[in-house]
C-alpha cells in the first residue's frame, strides 16, 4: 500500500475512533495503547554500536505524519525496521477497529433494551394510574352511596326515637287511665256491695212486716245513659241470681248443705235452668226470701222453695242433659280437702289435701289456705305449685310477669305470690301461690257430658286465644298448651277458664327445655327423632299447631293419641294426618284443619286465627276485651 494511502486510512480511523471512544471505556486502555503508542523498540545495540542518549519518544502517528522534507533519509537498516513497525501497527489497528464494533453493537443492544425496558415501566405506571383513579372514582362513590344511607337511617332512627316517645307518653296515659279505670271499678264494687246489703236489709225489714218485697221494689232499667256501653236488654240491676222451686240437699262431706233450684238473673246460665250450688258457707241462711253466700264465694237469694206433691208424679226421661245441669253435677262433685296440719312460707299458709303431682312430675301442686294471726284458715282455698328446680320456678314467674306488663296481659291464673325459697319447711324447694281452680280442664270434661259444648267451648276457646296471643306479643312461646294448662274458674260471675303453667316457655327462636309429645309439632317430633332437639328453634307456628290439637280436644273429649305412649307419639307425629270428622260444628273443624297443617309455613298466624268465622262470630265480648283480655 502506498505511504499516503496508508495515511489516509490512519487518520480516517483515527477520526472515527475518537468520536466513539467513550462508548466504550473498557476498551480506552486498548486503544491508549494502539494510538499512542512508541516506536518499536531498537535492536540491542551491538558491541560495536556506540551509545546514544534516547530523545522524546514518538507516537506511530507522528512517524507517519512528519514532513519527509526534514528528515534525512534513513539509513537501509532503518527502512527495514520501520516497515516491520508499521506492520505490526496495522495488525494491531485492525484488530482495534474490529473490537471497537462489536463493542458498539453491544452498546447499541443494551441501548435498545434499556429502552424497551424504559418503554415497559412507563405503561406499567401508566396503567397502574388509570386503575388508581378508577378505584378511587369506584370508593368515592361508595363513599357518597354510604353518606346517604347512613343520612337515611339517621333519618329513620330520629323517626323511630320520635314514635317510641310518642308511644311512651301513650302508655303512660293508659297505665293512668287504667289506674283510674281501676279505682273507679273498686269504687263501683264497694258501693255495689254497700247497696247490696241495704237492700238485703230492706228486704228483711220487709219480710218482717209480712210485705212482699217483690211488690213494692221497682226493677229500674238502665235507659238513656250516654256512657252506658251495653244496650237496654239487662234485664235489672239486681245483683243477686235467685234460685225458685228450690230444694235442700246434702253435699259431699258429711255436714255440708247445698241448694238445688231453677236460676233466674245469673250472669251466664239461662234462665229456668236447675243448678245445684257448692257448699253453703252457713246452712242456716237457707231460707225462703234469704240470701245465701256459698264457700266459693258466690251469692244466691233463695225465692220460693219447691212444693212437693203429694204422691209421685210420673218420671220422665231425658235423652241428654244440658250443659247447665251437668255443670251443677259437676259442682256437686267437688269438695274442699281437710287440713294436713303442715304449713310452707314459714307457717304463712296452711296445707290441705294430698299433694298432686304435675304432669311432667317436676312439680306438685296442693291446696292451701292463708293463715290467721291464730293459725286458722282464712280466705277462700289457694293452691301452691312446690318444686326442687328453683331456676324453673324463678323462669315461670318471671314468664308470668312478662305477661302482666304487657298490654295483652290474656286469660291466666292470679297469682299470690312468689316464694323462691318455701320457708322452713322446704328450704330446698320454690313455691307459687296462686288462685285455685275446681279443676283442670282434662279432669272437668267428663263431670259435663265428656266434652265441651256451645258458649263453654266457645269461651275456652277464647280463654287459649288470649293466652297464647298475649305470650307472643311478649315474644315467648308457649310450648306447652294443652287441655292439663287450664283450670276452671267458679266464682260470683260465673266459670270461666284460665290459662296456668308458664314453666316451658322460651324466648322465640331459642331452643325448648322440654316438650309434651301430645302438644308438639311434626317438625319438631322430626328434630327430636334426627337427635336435634336440643337445636331446634321455637316459632310461633309451634303454638298454632298445639292450639289445633287443643281445640280438637275439648270439642271432642278426646284427644288424637290419647292412650298413647310418648315415644310411639313422637314417631307417628312426623307422617301424622288429622281426620277432623268428628268435630261438630263445620266452621270449628276448619279452624282445627288449618292448624294442623303438616308444614308449619302453611298454618295461620294466631291473628288469622281470631278472625276466623268460629270465633269471630261470636258476640259476647266486652268493648275492652281486645286490648286488656281478663284482670290478672
Request: aromatic content about 6%; some cysteine.
Amino acid at each position: 500500500m502506498p505511504t499516503h494511502g496508508l495515511r489516509l486510512l490512519l487518520v480516517t480511523a483515527y477520526a472515527h475512533f475518537s468520536s466513539h471512544a467513550l462508548l466504550q471505556p473498557t476498551r480506552q486502555g486498548l486503544h491508549h495503547k494502539v494510538l499512542h503508542t512508541s516506536s518499536p523498540p531498537s535492536p540491542p545495540p551491538s558491541s560495536s554500536s556506540r551509545t546514544v542518549t534516547p530523545s522524546r519518544p514518538r507516537s506511530a502517528l507522528c512517524v507517519f505524519f512528519a514532513n519527509e522534507n526534514d528528515k534525512k533519509p534513513p539509513p537501509k537498516n532503518n527502512i527495514n525496521q520501520a516497515q516491520n513497525a508499521t506492520s505490526g501497527s496495522n495488525a494491531d489497528l485492525f484488530q482495534t477497529l474490529q473490537l471497537k464494533d462489536e463493542a458498539i453493537h453491544q452498546a447499541q443492544t443494551a441501548v435498545s433494551s434499556l429502552e424497551n425496558a424504559l418503554d415497559s415501566a412507563v405503561s406499567n405506571l401508566e396503567s397502574m394510574q388509570q386503575q388508581l383513579r378508577r378505584k378511587v372514582k369506584e370508593l368515592e362513590e361508595e363513599l357518597k352511596t354510604t353518606r346517604g344511607e347512613l343520612t337515611a337511617t339517621r333519618g329513620e332512627l330520629d323517626r323511630v326515637r320520635s314514635e317510641l316517645a310518642g308511644a311512651k307518653v301513650q302508655l303512660d296515659n293508659s297505665n293512668d287511665a287504667r289506674g283510674g279505670l281501676e279505682w273507679a271499678l273498686g269504687q263501683s264494687q264497694e258501693e255495689a256491695r254497700k247497696a247490696g246489703e241495704r237492700v238485703e236489709q230492706l228486704e228483711g225489714y220487709l219480710a218482717d212486716m209480712g210485705v212482699d218485697a217483690s211488690s213494692v221494689v221497682e226493677k229500674k232499667r238502665i235507659e238513656n245513659n250516654p256512657w252506658q256501653l251495653w244496650g237496654s236488654s239487662l234485664k235489672s240491676l239486681t245483683p243477686v241470681p235467685v234460685l225458685d222451686d228450690w230444694v235442700i240437699i246434702k253435699g259431699s262431706t258429711e255436714g255440708e248443705v247445698q241448694i238445688s233450684g231453677k236460676v233466674t238473673n245469673h250472669p251466664s246460665i239461662p234462665d229456668g235452668d236447675a243448678i245445684v250450688t257448692s257448699p253453703l258457707s252457713d246452712a242456716s241462711q237457707a231460707v225462703e226470701k234469704k240470701v245465701v253466700t256459698t264457700l266459693s264465694g258466690s251469692k244466691y237469694k233463695l225465692g220460693s222453695p219447691m212444693v212437693m206433691p203429694a204422691q209421685k208424679s210420673p218420671s220422665k226421661s231425658f235423652t241428654q242433659a244440658s250443659s247447665s245441669q251437668q255443670l251443677a253435677a259437676s259442682r256437686a262433685s267437688i269438695a274442699l280437702p281437710a287440713l294436713t296440719g303442715s304449713t310452707i312460707g314459714n307457717g304463712r299458709y296452711l296445707l290441705a289435701g294430698t299433694a298432686t303431682p304435675s304432669v311432667n312430675g317436676r312439680s306438685f301442686i296442693q291446696t292451701a289456705y292463708r293463715s290467721s294471726p291464730l293459725g286458722k284458715p282464712t280466705g277462700e282455698p289457694l293452691a301452691i305449685k312446690v318444686s326442687q328446680n328453683k331456676e324453673a320456678m324463678k323462669r315461670e314467674f318471671a314468664n308470668y310477669q312478662k305477661v302482666a306488663a304487657g298490654l295483652k296481659r290474656g286469660n291466666f291464673i292470679k297469682r299470690v305470690e312468689f316464694l323462691p325459697v318455701a320457708g322452713q319447711e322446704m328450704p330446698d324447694k320454690s313455691a307459687l301461690v296462686m288462685q285455685r281452680g275446681i279443676a283442670d280442664v282434662k279432669a272437668f270434661m267428663p263431670k259435663v257430658g265428656g266434652r265441651l259444648e256451645g258458649a263453654m267451648l266457645y269461651d275456652c276457646a277464647m280463654t287459649a286465644l288470649r293466652c297464647v296471643e298475649a305470650l307472643h306479643a311478649a315474644k315467648l312461646v308457649w310450648n306447652d298448651l294443652k287441655t292439663e294448662n287450664f283450670v276452671v274458674i267458679e266464682d260470683a260471675s260465673g266459670v270461666s277458664f284460665r290459662g296456668i303453667d308458664l314453666e316451658s316457655c322460651m324466648p322465640v327462636r331459642t331452643n325448648p327445655v322440654d316438650y309434651t309429645p301430645e302438644a308438639c309439632p311434626p317438625e319438631f317430633a322430626q328434630a327430636f327423632l334426627d337427635g336435634e332437639a336440643d337445636t331446634f328453634l321455637l316459632e310461633y307456628s309451634y303454638d298454632v299447631w298445639s292450639y289445633g290439637m287443643f281445640l280438637y280436644e275439648i270439642s271432642t273429649g278426646r284427644g288424637f293419641f290419647d292412650g298413647l305412649t310418648a315415644e310411639k307419639i313422637t314417631k307417628m307425629l312426623p307422617t301424622f294426618e288429622p281426620d277432623v270428622q268428628d268435630v261438630p260444628d263445620a266452621q270449628l273443624a276448619d279452624l282445627i284443619s288449618q292448624c294442623l297443617k303438616t308444614n308449619p309455613k302453611d298454618r295461620p298466624s294466631f291473628v288469622r286465627i281470631s278472625r276466623h268465622p268460629y270465633l269471630a262470630n261470636f258476640s259476647n265480648k266486652t268493648p275492652f276485651d281486645f286490648l286488656f283480655g281478663s284482670s290478672i
